[in-house]
């Protein structure tokens, strides 16, 4: 999978006022990105949506004097992030990729009206959304995505070697385990109606009744009530991941072998009886399995992409001319 850039889509304006000074400076375009422009205004509103966004922290127990902080220290990362954006912006637009048609589909709606019910304007109390911006927001997000995909991710899983490819394999092979699945049926005693002292002898006897050969079905017909799913498949239960087993059933099965009856398992509600109808073991997929093969080349795609993505984004920028008003260096 790509890697995502999360970036803030919905603006939250909060009924507490939160501390906020514009930049003092005479900058009306704070910087030039070939043929874009960063204004003032522009920086500002980002600005104050960082500050909001670190305010949000004070809910964690941070202080004000710990987001004040963090807010000095990181606000020049603003200018860096809008600087890139606008160079994916304008990579996004030489490649044509608004006009793509995988692209045309994942921003159908995006550009949707405003919805229309209260519920959906103000899904939380006292915050008012500005859906337009989010919407927009998430566009430009996708956008980017499909480019980081096509010009960084794909490049790197289409250069992994066939030794890296083995070298990670064997590596790493507790990632290509496959859980083994088992098929259970269960015969099915409920406290309902009953007391729990008498269900509790019952669901031994019937134990060992069962143990001793007694038909599964006939007992699933007598005990288990016709509201339980299983009963209308005489008992079956169907497969299941053995990883996906509640520990008690896990247990309670662990050592059957196929045909075999566990003993009762107790649950809130009553005791269950459980077959082991057929096993299948844990295996590891074979190095050319297709889905190993996916998975070796997400995997090493994902553990080079943050450092190739950051590569890429300084290479655009070497690439471009970018200005940047003094006051703001």
């Not at 608004?98 to 939380?124: C, F, L, N, Q, Y």
């Not at 239960?237 to 050592?255: E, Q």
């Given at each position: 999978?790509?890697?995502m850039k999360?970036?803030?889509?919905?603006?939250v304006t909060?009924g507490?006022?939160?501390?906020?000074e514009?930049p003092?400076?005479?900058?009306?375009i704070v910087?030039?990105?070939?043929?874009?422009m960063?204004?003032m205004?522009?920086?500002a509103?980002?600005l104050k949506?960082?500050?909001?966004?670190l305010?949000?922290?004070l809910e964690?127990?941070?202080t004000q004097?710990?987001?004040?902080?963090?807010f000095k220290?990181a606000r020049?990362?603003v200018l860096?992030?809008?600087i890139?954006d606008?160079l994916?912006?304008?990579?996004?637009?030489e490649l044509g990729?608004?006009s793509?048609a995988?692209?045309?589909?994942?921003?159908?709606?995006?550009d949707a009206g405003?919805?229309a019910s209260?519920a959906?304007?103000?899904?939380?109390?006292g915050a008012?959304?500005?859906w337009?911006a989010a919407?927009?927001?998430?566009?430009r997000n996708i956008l980017?995505d499909f480019?980081?995909?096509?010009?960084?991710?794909?490049?790197?899983?289409?250069?992994?070697?066939d030794e890296?490819r083995r070298?990670?394999?064997d590596?790493h092979?507790d990632?290509?385990?496959?859980a083994?699945?088992v098929?259970?049926?269960e015969?099915?005693?409920p406290?309902?109606?009953h007391?729990?002292?008498?269900?509790?002898l019952?669901a031994?006897?019937?134990?060992?009744?069962?143990?001793n050969?007694?038909?599964?079905v006939r007992?699933?017909?007598?005990?288990t009530?016709?509201?339980?799913?299983s009963?209308a498949?005489g008992?079956?239960?169907?497969?299941f991941?053995?990883s996906?087993?509640?520990?008690?059933v896990?247990?309670a099965v662990?050592?059957?072998?196929?045909?075999?009856v566990?003993?009762?398992?107790?649950?809130?509600?009553?005791?269950?009886i459980?077959r082991l109808?057929?096993?299948?073991?844990?295996s590891l997929?074979?190095?050319a399995?297709p889905?190993a093969?996916?998975?070796?080349s997400?995997?090493i795609t994902?553990?080079?992409?943050?450092t190739?993505?950051?590569?890429?984004?300084?290479?655009?920028r070497?690439?471009a001319?970018?200005?940047?008003?003094?006051?703001?260096?």
């Amino acid at each position: 999978m790509p890697v995502m850039k999360i970036l803030l889509a919905i603006l939250v304006t909060f009924g507490q006022p939160v501390q906020w000074e514009q930049p003092k400076t005479d900058c009306v375009i704070v910087a030039r990105v070939n043929n874009d422009m960063i204004t003032m205004d522009a920086y500002a509103e980002e600005l104050k949506d960082y500050r909001e966004e670190l305010a949000r922290q004070l809910e964690e127990g941070k202080t004000q004097q710990d987001i004040n902080l963090e807010f000095k220290r990181a606000r020049a990362l603003v200018l860096d992030r809008m600087i890139n954006d606008i160079l994916l912006d304008q990579r996004a637009s030489e490649l044509g990729l608004e006009s793509d048609a995988e692209v045309i589909k994942a921003t159908e709606g995006t550009d949707a009206g405003e919805p229309a019910s209260h519920a959906e304007r103000t899904p939380t109390e006292g915050a008012a959304i500005d859906w337009k911006a989010a919407r927009l927001a998430h566009r430009r997000n996708i956008l980017h995505d499909f480019l980081i995909q096509r010009e960084v991710l794909a490049p790197i899983s289409q250069s992994i070697t066939d030794e890296e490819r083995r070298v990670y394999y064997d590596a790493h092979k507790d990632e290509f385990k496959v859980a083994g699945k088992v098929s259970l049926s269960e015969v099915f005693l409920p406290f309902e109606g009953h007391s729990e002292t008498q269900v509790d002898l019952d669901a031994i006897s019937l134990q060992v009744e069962l143990r001793n050969g007694s038909d599964f079905v006939r007992a699933v017909m007598m005990h288990t009530p016709a509201s339980r799913a299983s009963r209308a498949t005489g008992g079956s239960l169907g497969s299941f991941m053995t990883s996906d087993l509640k520990n008690s059933v896990a247990t309670a099965v662990s050592s059957l072998r196929p045909g075999e009856v566990s003993e009762p398992v107790r649950f809130d509600n009553g005791y269950a009886i459980f077959r082991l109808d057929s096993v299948t073991p844990d295996s590891l997929l074979e190095y050319a399995d297709p889905e190993a093969q996916e998975k070796i080349s997400r995997s090493i795609t994902l553990s080079q992409a943050r450092t190739a993505e950051q590569r890429y984004i300084n290479q655009l920028r070497s690439n471009a001319r970018i200005e940047v008003c003094q006051d703001m260096r």
